[in-house]
């Protein structure tokens, strides 16, 4: 099940240095589990916990329970909502960088 999500859940959730590298690290990785992600982190399994917590809060990542272990993963259509914010940004800087590359070509012949 693909959860939609706002601009602004997504933009918090990575907003925090340690949960935007623990997301880095799952993306890194096919699958993850938490023992993994603290190991070699200086994060506690807790915050790890944590951060995992609200990165799934985000639709960013997805959990698969096996056994005793939990595997993450990231969930690539969760950044979805931030796509879609910066494209409509890209429309405003892909006009003002032809306008500045016009008035390049003019001031050099």
Do not use: C
Request: aromatic share 8%.
């Amino acid at each position: 099940m693909v959860v939609t999500t706002d601009i602004s859940t997504v933009i918090r959730a990575l907003a925090d240095p340690t949960r935007r590298t623990v997301f880095e690290r799952i993306a890194k990785s096919k699958e993850i589990t938490v023992v993994e992600l603290t190991r070699g982190s200086g994060v506690t399994q807790g915050a790890i916990s944590q951060h995992l917590k609200s990165l799934k809060h985000a639709g960013l990542v997805n959990e698969r329970p096996e056994g005793r272990n939990v595997y993450y993963r990231v969930q690539p259509q969760g950044l979805q909502p931030l796509f879609d914010w910066m494209s409509y940004y890209s429309e405003f800087w892909d006009e003002r960088l032809d306008n500045l590359r016009d008035l390049l070509k003019e001031m050099d012949p």
